[in-house]
């Protein structure tokens, strides 16, 4: 069952018929999901204070925006900002943005991008995807489908019939993901998408970044149906 600051996530995203990124981290959080240090700065000196108090750059900016859904589309992110110059710089240009309502500063996180979804058959329910993800994703296609919920097999299945499976398991000499961490997030996430079956239309976490220690949700975009 959805806490109730989750539930309060979702009706008040109603009117722009998606949940805005920070406020999709936040549910996810509230639900037990690993995501990056990050706030929603709405004026530049907040962001370089955050910053700054991530003990130091490089980190990532993101526009926030009900009117951009897809932020790379249009140049809304930018990564591996260096100071406080380059912070206000991505600042200014993303203030300049169509439905402007402020920025993401948050920690930057590396290894291995995958995408996990979630789509709903009016027939057989949840559907959930896993995939290599980042901008790449409709690129390379490489991707596993399974009904919900999931168990552990399942996961793990899902993994093994992607076709680059061998980038997770430690492909020559770089370190394997933590798959235990992997596994907990599909699971939790099927159970997550049961839970929201009748509230959302589709869930993309989207990149999720696996390393050796933790798999970590970075961005996220939860649609809503339509009223």
């Known amino acids: 069952m959805l806490r109730n600051e989750a539930l309060e996530i979702l009706n008040a995203s109603r009117k722009t018929g998606w949940v805005l990124e920070p406020e999709a981290k936040r549910l996810l959080f509230l639900e037990g999901f690993q995501i ?3 706030t929603w700065a709405r004026n530049r000196e907040d962001a370089m204070i955050f910053a700054r108090g991530l003990g130091g750059y490089p980190v990532v900016a993101k526009v926030v925006s009900p009117r951009i859904i ?3 589309d249009v140049g809304g992110v930018a990564t591996d900002i260096a100071n406080d110059a380059q912070l206000g710089a991505a600042f200014s240009r993303f203030s300049r943005m169509d439905g402007f309502e402020g920025v993401i500063v948050e920690e930057r ?4 991008e995958l995408i996990v979804g979630a789509t709903f058959d009016y027939q057989f329910g949840p559907v959930i995807l896993l995939g290599f993800g980042g901008t790449s994703v409709e690129i390379y296609k490489d991707t596993a489908l399974r009904l ?13 019939q992607l076709k680059a499976h061998p980038l997770l398991e430690g492909y020559r000499g770089s370190e394997p993901v ?3 961490e992997l596994v907990a997030l599909l699971t939790g996430f099927s159970r997550l998408i049961l839970d929201m079956e009748e509230l959302v239309e589709s869930v993309d976490l989207n990149p999720v970044v696996c390393a050796r220690d933790r798999c970590i949700i970075a961005d996220a975009r939860i649609m809503l149906p339509k009223s």
């Open 178 to 180: 933590n798959m235990e």
């Open 70 to 72: 897809h932020k790379s």
């Open 109 to 112: 996180v590396t290894g291995v």
């Open 148 to 160: 919900a919920p999931l168990g552990p097999k399942d996961a793990l299945s899902m993994v093994k």
């Open 36 to 38: 990056p240090k990050f």
